[in-house]
């Protein structure tokens, strides 16, 4: 599956921004489907993901203010990020991922198909 990712851009602390991850392919529902972020320096961590049942998982640092979410028939995931910090800031990257479970949602190894990328900052 290819993925395009979008809706990165710059906003204050304690704002919101909604990123979007169009996908192609009819399978798209079949799909564990997830957002990444990276900072500079950084290591690649998950920060949502979406299995094709609707479970999610959340990493400790924005769960309560970040929601992801999947739309099958427009073949697209959200990614609503509210209350904003500046170390949210970073390249978010969606990926999507079939037949994977537990911890394997967590691992960056676990996904097959990554987009490009959209850049988040976030200013103090």
């Known amino acids: 599956v290819q993925l395009q990712a979008s809706g990165g851009g710059l906003v204050q602390a304690g704002g919101f921004r909604r990123l979007s991850c169009a996908a192609s392919?009819?399978?798209?529902?079949?799909?564990?489907m997830a957002w990444f972020r990276q900072a500079p320096g950084k290591q690649r961590e998950l920060v949502a993901a979406?299995?094709?049942?609707?479970?999610?998982n959340y990493a400790v640092s924005v769960k309560d203010r970040f929601t992801i979410s999947r739309d099958n028939p427009k073949n697209t995931v959200y990614l609503q990020m509210n209350s904003l910090k500046p170390e949210d800031t970073a390249v978010y990257y969606c990926?999507?991922?079939?037949?994977?479970?537990?911890?394997?949602?967590?691992?960056?190894?676990?996904?097959?198909?990554w987009g490009q990328g959209t850049q988040v900052t976030v200013s103090s």
């Open positions: 990926a999507a991922a079939r037949n994977i479970g537990g911890l394997g949602i967590f691992r960056s190894g676990s996904y097959s198909d």
């Open positions: 392919g009819r399978t798209f529902s079949t799909y564990v």
């Open positions: 979406i299995t094709s049942a609707g479970i999610t």
